[in-house]
């Protein structure tokens, strides 16, 4: 019978074995997107218990706990932590198949030296075991252990970006922490606080805000701001990828119209937004920048849940989304411009990989290889199927030795552990391959493929 977890674990031919050990396995991260706190960083936050390191923020955590029937006062309410962490233990074993039994049990091994297996029996062991060495653990420490090379958080257009300007000026931290500049909130006409919002944007950008061409404007001012700090990227959360182009009197009646609280109808929305989205990728252009895209999230559909808890909290699911015409008119847009940015894509939705793997080859460059990137398997898709779905996707329609590799996409400290969870199956999957003959054991050409997939090409993506 294998052994779970073993330090063989999915890897299943000698070659695979090889690849990762030897190779993989030695390599640095680059986190080019997650959800840490730069303060959190700066700051060196520590955690009293394991319920404050996994429980205190991770929506997955919380979904597979409700999925087991645990009440909400154990999940996001006041119970204390031993009790919350009980409630996870217990839920834990029937996850069988969920990445969340995985990504446990590897951060378990590789932080806290936890070789068992946690359920309701082994609970207060590993409460204990990992109480005590979370005395002598910080984030500082976690990053550093995990041999991270830069980090990209996710950081609001308002941001003074004060923590990460401390973070660049401390001599004590090696590790790049770079902001990513997320307008959403500046791109969402259709959510509550929109108008409080361009108010504040406004401010920040020392503009009075009442044109679409007054939001450009702002924008750009905050660009150039996260530039100062380091900025490499973007990222835009969508529902669905639109474009409807519009004048921009159009545009500035949907915006005004906004601004004083009333509903937008789709069209208006849609040509704000696009009015929007082609002014920010032609500035990440033109700053050298990658625009990321995520999309085909249902977001908060349980209404009742989210009038409780809010955003974030675990309740959103896979949605299915028409994005494909128009991305591929917002690119041939841009591209008719040379103003097509290094673009990332992500969709909840497993069934856009083949579109999208398709859609990269159709706008490709001698600018940079890989320019356009189907992003890493996201979300409801980093599992071990999903992340091999992508893969043979990627490699089937387009040219998987450029991919930029795995993130975290993560508000954890040890979320480092799916980086060697993604770099055990992709080795895996190499190893098939060359022991199947359907690839050379060319040990030149395996070092360059996973050097690169694993941190190399994600390098000189993002400039580092």
């Known amino acids: 019978m294998t052994q779970f977890l073993s330090p063989d674990f999915l890897l299943h031919t000698d070659t695979a074995r090889k690849l990762y050990h030897e ?34 923020a991770d929506h997955y955590k919380w979904r597979l706990m409700r999925s087991n029937g645990v009440a909400e006062p154990y999940i996001t309410g006041s119970a204390p932590d031993r009790e919350k962490f009980q409630k996870f233990a217990e839920a834990l074993p029937l996850a069988i198949g969920n990445p969340m039994y995985h990504w446990c049990h590897l951060e378990l091994a590789t932080y806290f030296g936890y070789h068992g297996v946690l359920n309701a029996k082994t609970a207060q062991e590993v409460w204990e075991l990992t109480g005590e060495k979370l005395q002598s653990m910080s984030a500082r420490q976690l990053i550093a252990a995990s041999r991270v090379d830069m980090i990209g958080t996710t950081d609001d257009p308002v941001s003074d970006l004060a923590w990460h300007r401390k973070l660049a000026e401390d001599p004590t931290f090696s590790t790049a922490v770079y902001p990513t500049f997320r307008p959403d909130p500046a791109l969402s006409p259709e959510k509550p606080g929109f108008a409080g919002y361009m108010t504040r944007l406004g401010e920040k950008a020392g503009i009075h805000i009442s044109t679409v061409e007054d939001v450009r404007q702002a924008l750009s001012r905050r660009m150039a701001h996260f530039a100062a700090h380091g900025c490499r990227a973007s990222d835009h959360g969508l ?66 849940m989210f009038r409780a808890l ?34 990332i894509l992500y969709s909840l939705n497993p069934a856009d990989n083949g579109w999208i ?29 999903g992340m091999t779905e992508h893969l043979v996707s990627l490699a089937n329609l387009s040219i998987l030795g450029n991919f930029i590799g795995m993130l975290t996409d993560s508000r954890s400290f040890l979320s480092y552990a799916r980086h060697g969870y993604f770099r055990r199956i992709l080795c895996d999957l190499l190893g098939q391959w060359v022991e199947g003959g359907e690839y050379p054991d060319d040990p030149d050409a395996l070092r360059t493929l996973v050097e690169g997939i694993c941190c190399g090409n994600a390098k000189r993506y993002f400039n580092l």
């Open 357 to 385: 793997d398709t859609l990269l080859g159709s706008f490709q460059s001698a600018e940079l290889p890989g320019k356009l990137q189907h992003g890493s398997a996201w979300w409801f898709n980093d599992h071990k199927a």
């Open 23 to 56: 190779i993989a396995a030695q390599l640095p991260i680059v986190d080019y997107h997650c959800h840490l706190d730069p303060q959190e960083i700066y700051e060196d936050r520590t955690y009293d218990n394991i319920t404050q390191l996994w429980l205190g």
């Open 239 to 304: 529902n669905y990828i639109m474009f409807r182009p519009v004048s921009d009197e159009a545009a500035t009646a949907a915006l005004q119209k906004a601004l004083a609280g009333q509903t937008l109808t789709t069209e208006e929305q849609e040509g704000y937004q696009t009015a929007l989205l082609l002014h920010c990728a032609r500035e990440y252009a033109r700053l050298g920048w990658a625009m990321q895209i995520h999309f085909s999230c249902m977001r908060n559909p349980n209404e009742k």
């Open 310 to 343: 809010g955003p974030d909290t675990g309740f959103d699911a896979m949605a299915v989304t028409d994005s494909c015409a128009a991305a591929y008119r917002l690119f041939s847009a841009l591209d008719a411009e040379n103003c097509l940015p290094k673009t």
